[in-house]
């Protein structure tokens, strides 16, 4: 088994990779498809909002339903449907064609998401799931780092249909290869799918992320942002409800009662929100504010990803001998020094300038996001891994939107308050480009003291008994 195991992460870090690649390959090519269609920017940007919505939307039902029908099959499913998107969506003949190919592509996405991290947690024991999670954090690492990258050489070598086809060929070999080395399982003995809860929690999840997305560019005040976040309160209390009462919950309720699964979601969405400031506002700083091309902008975010993917797996063995509350404390803390060190980047800046400072957000990354997955997947009942992975992934994506609620805010807000002050001091152009990068410097200093309230719920979580040896595999009842 020990070889075995090592094989089967090899299987989930290929589907990490290609969910996350094909989540940061297709941004750099929407002028491309922009252009290939004849359509508005408020159009295209739905290949991308589309794609998010969706897989926001289905990671908790996909977490719960992999405790029913087994983790391989929603994982080699969730491959499937993949890999026949990306095909549908190369081939596609118009940009609502292609939209409504993405929504597909994110349904695959999400079952690959909410899998992964809980067939890890069920084929590592304590003593090595932290390092596990690490190791699977470099896919991540990858798959951020090489989409800009990537999708820049493929759009201009070829065209924009080429960052979809090119999933084809890697996913017939990652259908292939989980097959060959996941353990065959038996569904769950008596378990059943609660309906009415999934679609509950999908359309109250979709509501929200959408008025997180589109309430800055819509008003936050505007009816369609309102009654986005009404339907969200309806439909999330119907579903707390529906919850309640079913014999067998999509998500038990009680989990949430555990301290360490609890306060390590609660950094999740922190830190994601805090992070995504960054990486959301960076390209508009670099691409409109220093005027960089966005191949070179991809580039420059490279640092961050980079030193993810090399201190994520020393995080992760660290916290298998210490435990997780120390390592991923450090990392937020760490990634707070970082954002707030981005407010003092100058205007006309050298890239070193640039680079450490992302590399200081990078390695804070790498430090929490190991020890905080393998302390919220290893808090819970061995049953219950299925649905701790989806919503620890629900969480990420959270998070995300979160950030780009705040950020897009804090940035409409400041903008004028900063382009009054510098009036009249420079010339129109050089006030206005101040005054952008100005209002970005506000959004940092909020995302610093977010991930600064982060350091707390890290730190709340409580000991986490530490096991260095392989333990005897553990009842369905017992934590993970």
């Known amino acids: 088994m020990d070889r075995r195991k090592w094989l089967i992460l090899s299987s989930v870090s290929v589907g990490t990779f290609m969910a996350t690649l094909d989540g940061s390959i297709v941004n750099i090519s929407l002028p491309r498809i922009q252009e290939a269609f004849g359509v508005d ?20 039902p996909f977490g719960r339903l992999g405790e029913v029908l087994t983790f391989k099959r929603v994982y080699l499913a969730g491959f499937a449907v993949f890999t026949v998107a990306s095909a549908l969506c190369g081939a596609a003949p118009t940009t609502e064609v292609l939209i409504l190919f993405r929504l597909l592509q994110g349904l695959g996405a999400g079952m690959l998401q909410a899998m992964g991290p809980a067939i890890i947690a069920r084929t590592f024991g304590p003593g090595e799931r932290g390092r596990a999670l690490g190791i699977n954090a470099i896919s ?13 050489l493929l759009t201009e070598v070829g065209s924009w249909r080429a960052i979809f086809l090119v999933n084809i060929p890697v996913g017939i070999f990652a259908i292939v290869w989980a097959r060959r080395v996941l353990p065959a399982e038996r569904p769950g003995e008596g378990q059943s799918f609660d309906v009415a809860g999934a679609a509950l929690s999908s359309i109250a999840v979709f509501a929200l992320l959408l008025a997180l997305i589109d309430g800055q560019s819509w008003g936050w005040t505007s009816p369609a942002t309102i009654g986005l976040l009404v339907a969200f309160v309806a439909f999330g209390a119907a579903f707390l409800v529906v919850e309640s009462r079913a014999a067998q919950p999509m998500i038990d309720l009680g989990l949430f009662r555990i301290r360490a ?21 960076l390209p508009f700083l670099l691409e409109q504010g220093s005027g960089f091309t966005p191949l070179q902008a991809g580039l420059l975010l490279v640092p961050i990803p980079i030193m993810t993917a090399l201190v994520a797996p020393f995080s992760g063995s660290l916290s298998d001998r210490i435990g997780p509350r120390v390592p991923a404390s450090l990392g937020v803390a760490i990634m707070a020094v970082g954002l707030l060190s981005l407010t003092q980047l100058p205007t006309a800046f050298a890239v070193p300038d640039l680079v450490w400072r992302l590399a200081l957000i990078g390695v804070g990354q790498g430090m929490f996001m190991s020890p905080n997955s393998s302390a919220v997947l290893g808090s819970v ?27 897009g805010a804090i940035v409409a807000m400041r903008l004028p308050v900063h382009a009054a002050a510098l009036a009249g001091t420079m010339a129109p152009a050089a006030a206005a480009q ?37 333990r005897v595999p553990p009842s369905e009842d017992a934590p993970a």
């Open 140 to 152: 991540v690492s990858i798959g951020l780092s090489l989409g800009p990258v990537l999708g820049g």
């Open 434 to 470: 101040a005054a952008f990068a100005l209002a970005i410097h506000d959004a940092f200093i909020v995302a610093g003291i977010l991930c600064a309230f982060g350091i707390v719920t890290s730190a709340v979580r409580g000991r986490v008994a530490v096991v260095t040896v392989e």
């Open 381 to 407: 009942p061995r049953r219950r891994i299925g649905t701790a992975s989806g919503t620890l992934a629900q969480a990420r994506i959270d998070g995300q939107a979160l950030g780009i609620a705040i950020s």
């Open 261 to 281: 699964f609890s306060a390590g979601l609660a950094s999740v969405i922190i830190v994601f929100a805090g992070g995504f400031t960054a990486t959301f506002l």
């Open 41 to 60: 920017l408020a159009t295209v940007e739905w290949v991308v909002v589309g794609y998010l919505l969706v897989v926001g939307a289905v990671l908790l």
